[in-house]
Structures are given as C-alpha cells and as structure tokens.
C-alpha cells in the first residue's frame, strides 16, 4: 500500500478533520512526506467523487462540490425519516453525558456512531466543538434547537436527569479504577 492510500484510508475512517502531524505519527512519516503524499492523493481525486480539504493544518476528506445537489437531495430525504434506536440511543448519550468524544460514545454502545453521529448533525440536533483538551478531537453536545423542541430549557430539566448523571458518573469512576489496577 502506498502512503496516499493509507491516507485516502484513514481519512475515510475518521470521519472527520486529522492534523498532518497526526497522519504522519499514525503512518510513521515524516511531515514532509504525508504533505506530498496529499498533494499527490489531491491530484489523484481531480474529477473524481471526492476531494482532500486541507485547511492550516487540518485534512478532511469531502465530497466533491459539484455533487452537492445530489448530496443535498439525499440530506433531504435522510432527515425525513425516523431517527431509530441508534440515533435516540446516540442522542440520550450526548443529553445525559456530554459534551462526550465519539469514542466515548462508541464505548458506551459498542459499536461505531460516526454514521449516526452525521445523521443527528445534519438534523441540527447535535453540534461538534473542538476539544479543549485535545485540538486533534472534538465533543459532541446538544443543540438549542433540540433543548427546545424537547421543551426544556436546561439540561437539568430532562427526566431524571441528576440520577443518570450520578450513574453515569459512577460507572466511569469505577472503569477508571478498574484500569488503574490493570496498570
């Protein structure tokens, strides 16, 4: 496999934005060679389906502009449909837990969220900021919108709320403690 489709790989996998010093540490690459890497992958893409981002020092892969009618068609039709288990599962996570990483919430279900994750984003029920204490990753939380639409006006009004918290908060103690035996 060549650098540029270990890139291609992992910036499919993610999801979401990677810094190049990231990439480089994940493929074991100088800075310098995952840059040209991009410039080679970028060319590769030209009039393909999609395109390498590259913003300061953050790369994401993304859809090509010119299928953004199509894609915004099918946005359209994904949030008409019903959210289903995993997406109120997702959302009760991010209510009761949040601000939460994905992996954090991949841990809780057991599986991947990154497809759930872009769904309740386009449906502007959840947001992603940045990490303050990782850049490279971010959290996901609640929206006003979906505050609202829920008819709360604080986190703190959601049924239960204190008592899931506290079990939340418990059960995350006692992981860290039992991590802490293992090392």
Known sequence: MTIEQKIEALLFYSGEPLAVKEL?????????????ALTTLE??????????????????LRIAPELSDM???????????PLGKAGSETLSIILYKGP?????????????????????????LIEKVLNPQDQ??????????????????????????????????????EEKAAADEIV
Do not use: C, M
């Not at 480089?24 to 040209?36: F, H, P, R, Y």
């Not at 894609?71 to 039709?77: N, S, T």
């Not at 204190?162 to 908060?169: F, K, N, Q, T, V």
């Open 43 to 60: 060319q590769a893409l030209s009039g393909r389906g999609l395109r390498i981002i590259i913003l300061d020092d953050s790369v994401e």
């Open 100 to 124: 939460v990483t994905r992996a954090e919430i991949d841990y809780i279900r057991g599986v991947n969220s990154t497809f759930i994750l872009r769904n309740l984003l386009i449906r502007g």
């Open 136 to 173: 490279r990753r971010y959290l996901y939380k609640p929206t006003i919108e979906l505050l609202a639409h829920l008819g709360v006006s604080k986190l703190e009004e959601l049924p239960d709320y204190e008592s899931i918290r506290e079990e939340l908060d418990s059960f995350d103690s």
């Open 71 to 81: 894609i915004h068609g099918l946005e359209r039709e994904e949030r008409s449909r």
């Open 24 to 36: 480089a540490t994940i493929l074991n690459e100088t800075k310098e060679n995952v840059t040209a």
